[in-house]
């Protein structure tokens, strides 16, 4: 086998060219927009709802998405940008008397912020709020997940407001979701286990560099970051070549992981598209439980099949090739250019000229 | 020669390891090989990289019969200086990594075996020199080449297999 | 207990029928009270006596019938003072809050233990503590090493010169110093005859202050068991010689176990110089002997040993620190045959580390070692080889196949890489376990390995990078790191661990010897135990990546260190992928 840990570190951590989400510059530039829009609503929100003639709700603050599991990676240049997930909880409950229609309650966030940046658009999970950088339009955002909080429901649960301008009320969901009991579920098995943890978090950066590297990113044709979360939730194990001291082997654990998706893949009903078809899913073990692939069509998913045929036979010919030059080469292929190649000279150990003397065979 | 010639030929060490030969490489070798009845043996010496942090060598240059060898249908004489200059050139070029891994001639036997000579020249490599790795000999033969190691200052040779 | 509490509860104990009147209570002269009162116990009237000592309740008060008479005789009623055996007091805890509960408690168990006294099953509750009773009656004491069989037969009595005697049916069933040769031993010997009683057999002792059996009685209560032995055999057994004193042993089945016996001991004097058992006549003396239960099937498994582990062979390389305490760890658990191996003479410097302490310096720390062995553990077998091990498997003074087990503790790492590899080239070699400790207290470990089974010592140095320095990958401190402190110039290099460190690992190695012998462990794990970092860290150590792993990854991760390039025990586990080259 090559070793190419060092090489897997370096397309992981380095700080020029890693595809971590490191906390460093970016990292605080996003959570100063996500502090702006946090003022900007606790300022605006009480005005917007006198405005309609409703109760004042002062909103709560989280964190959640890959900002807060710390699986960040860099957008791809010319992809969507960097974003940061905010939760937005509402004390409100999400029917009965002076429910909100969950668009409703958009429309006033939206409003709230109404000229903070010159995008601000209603999407159906979220509030997204664009900003611009160096002249690309949409360089960065940040979603906004509105909530009916728990407090305010008497099942206790949160619900998620989902819906985007033109759903008709019945498009329109309040949605049970659970972020934190997601994190907690994904991480409780690391508790304990440092290095399997951090592998945990380098396997899902590049699962996630993969995907932004070999899909388009318009719709859904590309399986969904926290798709390939679940799939590693299922499917990682850590993955080390010397188990005493955890020397980390992510090429091994990526292997076992892609391995356990392919082996996934079967022929099924899918309950959201009414139809029979071979797909993988990405169950969320929280509430509501669904399969976070529901929404990828049958074409989708033998494009994401394929593709992750061929990352497997990218990962197994790096793992069967002697040359680490060669194996990079290979890995480059389907991880991007980040990735890095080590010149054939880099690779050899130190050794003397040798010198040819003259011979006879036989 | 069934070996397709588009694929690497990996050898493999009892003690783990790998000695890889590209494809490119061994194509080169497998062009002298002795099909036609008259051919007479070639050879050279292989350089290459030992794999850092791994007991894998990957084979990347080899040198081709030149002028000053003497070349018969049983036995194959390489004149040192003209294969010098070529691993220095090598050597050079490579940043001093490229180093000299052992040697290689053909065989007109289909799954050959070192002969006498062979292997009295190869154990007076082995003593020659100090190195601290191994050497590999590879012999082509018309069905199939096929690869020793040994360590310096011993004369046991280790016949490598050959595994997809 | 003040005089008012007391006082309170005897008329609440009268007042609920607990104790009949008239109540008297009294304080002694030590401080404590008695107590007189009268018990109800089936329907009789027993005047008692509840003795509280001053310190009352931090034991449990004495209770004494006071007529004895009137109740006869009775199991658990100690017939010369009365003492009344209510519970045993191993294993009982008492609520020192509240005396007056303890009280109650005691009366009641008196009633109950009297009651079941009176009732029909006498002889059985005699029969259980058949020894206790025994032992009342006092006499001679006799060593016993003969281990109990369901055969009659003779044994041999011998005169040892500590005016002891000795009973044993050969000279091998004695310990180690007490075999013939021995200068304990006299040459007079005395006939003696074990004879095991039918199961079934029951009676009741002798009392302290009546007449021991007579040789009526005695041939009455074992005429049952006399008539089940072949008369052929009889003859044998009880053949007239020059018996003019003798000892007979009497086996009697414990009840509810099936190997436990009691041993009564009965002394004779033959006028005729005749065995009681094989003639009539009554010109026989009999008096009570104590056998002292020092016979090996008795002790061994009474220690907390395992019968099992007893005739396990054990080689131990290296009578160090973790050496020295893990022979000890050896003996304790039942493991009888050690061998210690050593060339070594123990220093001064290391008299507070080693289990000998200063009775070893200067001594071969292998001979030392079995000496104490066998000095404090009757059976241990110890044989000691004070040289390099190196040298005594090249002479040939061991043969590694013969033990079932090797242990090395050498902490030399360069010296057990080398005997991993040669051992495992031995045919037939056994399991081996290698244990070491790290400086500073920071942990120690044990490792089983098995011949022909993948995973052994070399794999620890095996690295799957392999330019990284050689070190040992289990280890808790960073590698390269240099901890031998030289104490007083050269050659008295010290590694600086303490006394607790050795034994931790010596007892690590040593519940993995009994998982090995046991063959509880069919795998061959690597255990660590992993002690504070403090130490290490204040001398300006650093700990490696391992140490910072938690005790239950550890555990989990027993199996983990086998390394699948391993140049020792990978190479004859692996089967060469034979040439498949189309």
């Known amino acids: 086998m090559a070793n190419v840990q060092t090489q897997f570190d370096t397309f992981h951590s380095d700080k020029k060219t890693g595809i971590r989400l490191g906390r460093f510059k970016k990292e605080k530039q996003l959570r100063d927009k996500r502090n702006v829009i946090r003022r900007r609503l606790k300022a605006n929100l009480p005005g917007v709802f006198a405005k309609y003639g409703e109760p ?80 690309v339009e949409e360089a960065y955002h940040v979603d906004l997940a509105i909530y009916s909080a728990r407090g305010s429901n008497s099942d206790g649960k949160d619900y998620l407001a989902v819906g985007r301008v033109g759903d008709s009320l019945s498009e329109q969901e309040w949605k049970v979701s659970d972020p934190a009991g997601l994190q907690h579920e994904l991480f409780r098995r690391f508790e304990d286990d440092t290095h399997g943890r951090q592998q945990f978090r380098r396997i899902m950066r590049f699962m996630k560099r993969w995907k932004d590297v070999n899909f388009s990113s318009a719709g859904n044709g590309a399986p969904r970051g926290i798709g390939l979360t679940l799939n590693a939730h299922y499917g990682f194990t850590p993955t080390y070549s010397d188990w005493l001291n955890r020397t980390r082997d992510d090429l091994g654990a990526l292997r076992k992981l892609v391995d356990d998706m392919l082996s996934r893949f079967s022929h099924q009903y899918r309950e959201k598209r009414q139809e029979w078809g071979r797909c993988l899913i990405a169950k969320l073990p929280v509430e509501p439980v669904s399969d976070v692939y529901e929404n990828m069509t049958l074409v989708q998913m033998t494009s994401f099949e394929t593709k992750l045929k061929d990352l497997k036979a990218a990962l197994d010919a790096a793992h069967e090739e002697s040359d680490p030059h060669e194996a990079c080469k290979g890995l480059q292929k389907v991880f991007g250019s980040d990735f890095p190649v080590p010149a054939k000279s880099d690779t050899a150990r130190k050794a003397a000229a040798g010198a040819a003397s003259s011979g006879l065979s036989g | 020669m069934n070996e397709p010639e588009q694929q690497d030929l990996v050898f493999y060490r009892s003690g783990g390891g790998r000695v890889k030969v590209p494809a490119a490489v061994l194509s080169v070798m497998q062009s002298y090989a002795q099909h036609d009845p008259v051919a007479t043996e070639a050879g050279g010496v292989m350089m290459g990289r030992y794999i850092a942090s791994s007991n894998d060598v990957v084979i990347d ?98 016949p490598l297999k050959i595994k997809k | 207990m003040t005089t008012e509490a007391l006082e309170a509860w005897l008329s609440v104990a009268t007042a609920t029928g607990l104790v009949l009147p008239p109540g008297e209570m009294q304080p002694d002269n030590d401080g404590g009270f008695r107590i007189t009162t009268t018990l109800a116990v089936a329907g009789l009237s027993v005047g008692i006596l509840i003795v509280l000592a001053h310190d009352f309740p931090k034991d449990a008060p004495l209770v004494l019938v006071q007529d004895s008479q009137l109740l006869g005789r009775l199991p658990h009623v100690f017939r010369n003072a009365g003492v009344v055996c209510y519970s045993t007091s191993e294993g009982l805890l008492l609520n020192r809050q509240q005396p007056e509960t303890v009280l109650t408690w005691a009366v009641k168990e008196t009633i109950r233990t009297l009651e079941e006294g009176l009732g029909t099953s006498q002889v059985a509750e005699f029969m259980r503590e058949l020894e206790v009773y025994w032992r009342q009656l006092g006499g001679p004491e006799v060593v016993n090493f003969y281990n109990p069989s369901s055969e009659a037969r003779t044994l041999t009595s011998y005169s040892a010169k500590d005016n002891l005697r000795w009973l044993a049916g050969a000279e091998q069933e004695m310990p180690p110093r007490h075999r013939a040769g021995n200068k304990l031993l006299t040459t007079i010997k005395e006939k003696a005859t074990y004879l095991p009683l039918l199961p079934g057999t029951a009676f009741i002792p002798p009392a302290p202050n009546e007449p021991f059996w007579t040789i009526d009685q005695l041939r009455e209560l074992v005429k049952p068991t006399l008539m089940a032995i072949p008369s052929k055999r009889r003859r044998q057994l009880f053949k007239s010689g020059r018996d003019w004193n003798g000892l007979l042993v009497l086996a009697v089945p414990l009840v509810g176990h099936k190997s436990h016996v009691t041993l009564l001991g009965i002394a004779y004097t033959s006028l005729k110089g005749v065995h009681p058992l094989g003639e009539r006549g009554s010109a026989f003396d009999l008096k009570p002997v104590q056998l002292l239960r020092w016979e090996r099937s008795y002790l061994l498994p009474r220690g907390g040993g395992k019968m099992s582990l007893t005739p396990k062979k054990v080689l131990v390389i290296g009578c160090g620190a973790i050496g020295g305490h893990l022979a000890h760890e050896l003996s304790q658990t039942g493991i009888l045959y050690l061998t210690l191996v050593d060339g070594d003479r123990l220093s001064i410097e290391n008299m507070h580390r080693h289990a000998l302490g200063m009775a070893g310096v200067g001594e071969y720390k292998a001979i030392a070692l079995r000496d104490e062995l066998q000095r404090k553990y009757l059976y241990a077998e110890v044989t000691a080889i004070a040289k390099p091990i190196e040298q005594a498997l090249d002479a040939g003074e061991i043969q590694p196949e013969s033990f079932d087990l090797v242990i090395a503790a050498t902490g030399e790492a360069t010296l057990e890489r080398y005997l991993n590899e040669r051992l495992r080239a031995i045919a037939g070699a056994p399991p081996v376990i290698y244990s070491w400790l790290e400086p500073y207290g920071i942990g120690g470990h044990a490792l089983l390995t098995r011949p022909h089974q993948a995973g052994c010592l070399e794999c620890l140095y095996t690295s799957p990078n392999p330019d990284a320095p050689l070190s040992n990958r289990a280890l808790f401190a960073a590698p390269d790191q240099q901890f031998s402190l030289a104490l007083s110039g050269c050659g008295s290099l010290h590694t600086p661990y303490a006394s607790l460190d050795a034994s931790q690992t010596a007892t690590l190695a040593a519940r993995l010897a009994v998982e090995a012998l046991t063959s509880s462990q069919p795998e061959s794990p690597l255990w660590s135990w992993k002690g504070s970092d403090r130490e290490l860290k204040a001398a300006g150590f650093k700990v490696g990546p391992r140490y910072k792993l938690t005790e239950e990854t550890l555990r989990r991760d027993a199996m983990r260190y086998i390394a699948p390039n391993c140049p020792v025990c990978a190479f004859d586990s692996n089967t060469n992928a034979a040439t498949n080259h189309e």
């Open chain 2, 61 to 158: 240059v080899v040198t081709e019969p030149m002028p000053g060898d003497r070349r018969t249908r049983y036995s194959f004489y390489r004149d040192k200086r003209r294969h010098q200059a070529a691993m220095d050139a090598a050597w050079e070029a490579s940043g001093h990594t490229c180093t000299y891994l052992g040697e290689w001639h053909t065989h007109p036997e289909e799954r050959p075996t070192p002969s006498e000579i062979d292997i009295k020249g190869w154990n007076r490599r082995l003593c020659q020199d100090q190195f601290d790795e191994e050497l590999f000999f590879l012999i082509i033969g018309t069905h199939e080449p096929r690869m020793w190691a040994a360590k310096s200052a011993t004369t046991t040779w280790e």
């Open chain 1, 56 to 135: 004042n709700l002062v909103p709560k603050f989280k964190d959640q998405g890959s900002y807060k599991m710390n699986t960040g990676i860099k957008p791809l240049a010319g992809g969507s940008g960097y974003d940061i997930d905010q939760g937005v909880y509402f004390e409100t409950p999400k029917d009965g008397e002076g429910a909100y229609s969950p668009l409703t309650l958009k429309k006033r966030v939206e409003e709230a912020l109404n000229g903070l940046t010159d995008t601000i658009r209603i999407r159906r999970p979220c509030v997204t709020v664009f900003y611009k950088e160096n002249g």
